[in-house]
């Protein structure tokens, strides 16, 4: 089992930014790749970035590229997504998940979810 607890959300204005902290315990932390997510009340949960166990890889939805950068801290067992220039239509609650395999793009893939941090963007 992997616990994995969110912090980090808020208001913020349009234009402003944000950084998510994800901190994980239980098994090893960098056996996983890490993603985060985003679902709004109704909808479904729609990848928004994701990191390889060492970092060296990252993947980003269309959307959020060249606004959004996640990285990892192994030794904090910690993954963050900072997310700059921030838009109304990013308003949502964001999920750090852990990949137990499969697609990097797909929630299907992660096993293990926290239970999310709410993000409000006011325009």
């Known amino acids: 089992q992997v616990q994995l607890v969110e912090s980090g959300g808020g208001l913020v204005q349009a234009g402003g930014s944000l950084r998510l902290s994800c901190t994980a315990s239980g098994r090893t932390f960098s056996n996983y790749a890490m993603g985060w997510f985003r679902q709004a009340p109704g909808k479904e949960r729609e990848f928004v970035a994701a990191?390889?166990?060492?970092?060296?890889?990252?993947w980003y939805a269309d959307s959020v590229k060249g606004r959004f950068t996640i990285f990892r801290v192994n030794a904090k067992n910690t993954v963050y997504l900072q997310m700059n220039s921030l838009k109304p239509e990013d308003t949502d609650n964001y999920l750090c998940?852990?990949?137990?395999?499969?697609?990097?793009?797909?929630?299907?893939?992660?096993?293990?979810w926290g239970q999310g941090t709410q993000v409000t963007v006011s325009s």
């Open positions: 998940a852990a990949r137990q395999g499969g697609s990097i793009w797909a929630s299907i893939s992660y096993a293990y």
């Open positions: 990191i390889s166990e060492n970092g060296g890889f990252t």
